[in-house]
């Protein structure tokens, strides 16, 4: 059996790595796609609008607390409490494991809350044409906050439902610095809304340091 020649093994090897060449690319290119998809196909959020603005006048003190999530969203509760911190409502809010208060906060904050979603009509459009045809879901969500004063041993509680609109779309990751605030509207006006009917109810009276 003769052996091939030199020139004709050459011209094998390179028709191979040409092939392998080509067999990469397209695979790069595939990925390329894929990751094009998966990343620019996101969801921006607009505020569902249920609870109107309002406007908060803190009382005289600012109130330390110790929280603990019974049940709930807990990104939400952490958006509300950042809130009432950085408005002034409260001094400080400090989390702790399994409800164990330690009694050295004024108050001691126990929250309750779920949030379920509703799937748009489109479910099935926007999965198959992956997010070309848009859809939107609407997330419900409720918080509970049952806040008891460390001195006294007064209870009082607060509850607000609010929603989230989701509109899933292709490419709306160019919204990206929008993306997130319709969600923080809602928590703004949940927060106001909790913090007015537990100063109603007689909470944030006399504990806490003053106003500066």
């Known amino acids: 059996m003769n052996a ?21 690319t397209g695979a790069a290119l595939w990925g390329v796609g894929i990751v ?16 109107e603005p309002i406007a908060v006048v803190p009382t005289g003190s600012r109130p330390t607390l110790e929280y603990g999530v019974d049940s709930g969203p807990a990104y939400l509760n952490q958006k509300i409490l950042k809130h009432w911190k ?4 409260i001094a400080s809010a400090t989390s702790v494991e399994s409800l164990r208060f330690t009694g050295t906060a004024d108050y001691n904050l126990t929250i ?14 926007n999965a198959v044409t992956f997010n070309f045809i848009p859809r939107t879901d609407i997330e419900r969500l409720q918080v509970r906050y049952n806040l ?21 779309q292709l490419f709306i990751l160019l919204a990206y610095p929008w ?12 927060a106001d809304h909790l913090y007015q ?11 806490g340091r003053a106003v500066e």
């Not at 094009?36 to 609870?51: E, K, M, N």
């Not at 109810?201 to 006399?206: I, K």
């Open 4 to 24: 091939p020649q030199p020139e004709a093994l050459a011209d094998d090897r390179w028709d191979r790595c040409g092939a392998d060449v080509t067999y990469r």
């Open 36 to 51: 094009l998809l998966t990343t620019t196909s996101c969801y921006i959020t607009h505020a569902g609008g249920d609870l």
């Open 86 to 89: 950085d408005n002034g409502y």
């Open 112 to 125: 309750d809350g779920f949030e379920w979603r509703q799937s748009g009509s489109r479910v099935f459009l």
């Open 148 to 168: 008891q004063s460390v001195r006294t041993g007064q209870r009082f509680t607060a509850q607000v439902t609010d929603s989230v609109k989701l509109t899933f």
């Open 179 to 190: 993306m997130g605030d319709g969600y923080s509207a809602t928590s703004r006006a949940m």
């Open 197 to 207: 009917q537990l100063k109603d109810a007689g909470a944030f009276g006399s504990e």
